[in-house]
Structures are given as C-alpha cells and as structure tokens.
C-alpha cells in the first residue's frame, strides 16, 4: 500500500504569493494533520482535519488555510507568502481523530521563499 | 499553556545505551508519543504510552511517569542508523511535538 504522498516536493514562490499543497493519505486514514518545519526544530502543528471537518488549528495566521476532501485528501493553502514561511511542510494520516493514533507523515513539500 | 523540554543533542558510541528524556505541560493530556526523524526524511513513529510505565519494542523502551509529566525514550545497543533526532508529542488538545533530540552515534 503506498504511504502519504505529498506534491510537490519542492516549490519556490516569492512573497506575496500563494500556494497551495496538497496530500493524500494512506488508505482508510480519515484523519491528515498538517505541520510545519523549520529546520533544527520539531513540526509545528498548523491544521487538523477529520471527516472534512476541521478539528484542529494551531498558532498559525488567518493566511493559513485548509480543505479536507470526501477521499480524504487534504489541500492546505497559504495566502500573501512571506519570507517566514519558508519551511518543510508535511502532511500526516492517521485511521482516526484521535490524537493517540499513531500519525504516518509524509515525505513533505520544501517551499522557499525568495 | 503548553512546554515541551527535550535534551538538545546527545552523543554516545556504538553498542551503548542512551537516555532521552522529555517533560511536558500540556492540557487535556491523554499519553506520549515518540518519532524519529533522518536527516531530510520524514518522522517516524515509534512508541506510545498512555499509561505510566515502561513499553518495550526491540532495542527501545519509552517510559511515562504522568505524575511527574515526564517520560524518557530509551534505546539500548545503539547502531549507527539510530542517528536522528527524536521528537516527544504528548497526546493533548492539538498535536504538539517537543524541540526534538540530535542523536550522534560514534563508531
């Protein structure tokens, strides 16, 4: 079964763009998480989706935003870019919304912003 | 509010043992989490403990002591490949992973 995929890999945009990620989770996972990475520190949670719900939102700007769709792929959005957002953002599934199911992330989309 | 504190970086030869620990503060806690994570690759799951105790896996054990909102990951006849950093997520309102711990293993 393939895992979470992630697309694209890699993206450069300049500030003030937008951009869009998207992620598809492993088979029979209803639940993706969003994060973001920066280097040398650990993922920061930006979304939690569940059923097409949102069911979780960490400490990110209005900017941030994201969409869960009926095969429970997720796409997440990030408005008026800055330079500050460059970072690995990864998506992870998991077979529920618990938070004490173990999450599968992904290999996660690189974004720079110039 | 929420705290996460995890070691920084530690260091340790082939074939040794080594101690990570982690203390939280976090609201709604339900159990802890560990993941490992290569450079440029994804984190991996690793173990989970909700309830206080040790839980072995092969050549690692975690550890969670909820009254004293502490847990530690260990691993034992360390390799090479266990070079990576290691990241605690207690189980709470939001899914919140610590600063994370860079693992250099010595031949």
């Known amino acids: 079964d393939a895992g979470v995929t992630q697309s694209p890999t890699h993206l450069i945009k300049t500030r003030g763009q937008q951009v869009t990620l998207r992620c598809s989770p492993i088979s029979g996972h209803k639940s993706v998480s969003w994060y973001q990475q920066v280097l040398g520190q650990g993922p920061q949670f930006i979304f939690q989706y569940y059923e097409k719900e949102e069911r979780g939102r960490g400490n990110f700007p209005d900017r941030f935003s994201a969409r869960q769709f009926p095969n429970y792929s997720s796409e997440l959005n990030v408005n008026a870019l800055l330079l500050g957002d460059s970072a690995l953002y990864l998506c992870?599934?998991?077979?529920?919304?618990?938070?004490?199911?173990?999450?599968?992330f992904g290999d996660g989309t690189r974004l720079s912003i110039l | 509010g929420q705290s996460l504190e995890q070691p920084s970086e530690v260091t340790a030869v082939e074939g040794a043992i080594v101690q990570i620990n982690c203390t939280y503060q976090t609201s709604g806690f339900y159990g802890l989490s560990w993941y490992q994570q290569h450079d440029g690759g994804a984190p991996t799951f690793l173990s989970y403990n909700a309830l206080d105790g040790l839980e072995e896996t092969g050549r690692f054990s975690s550890f969670l002591s909820r009254s004293d909102s502490y847990g530690y990951l260990l691993l034992q006849e360390l390799q090479m490949k266990d070079s990576a950093s290691y990241f605690c997520?207690?189980?709470?309102?939001?899914?919140?992973f610590g600063p994370g711990t860079r693992l250099s293993v010595l031949p």
């Open positions: 992870a599934s998991s077979l529920a919304g618990d938070s004490n199911q173990p999450q599968h």
């Open positions: 997520a207690p189980d709470g309102q939001n899914f919140v």
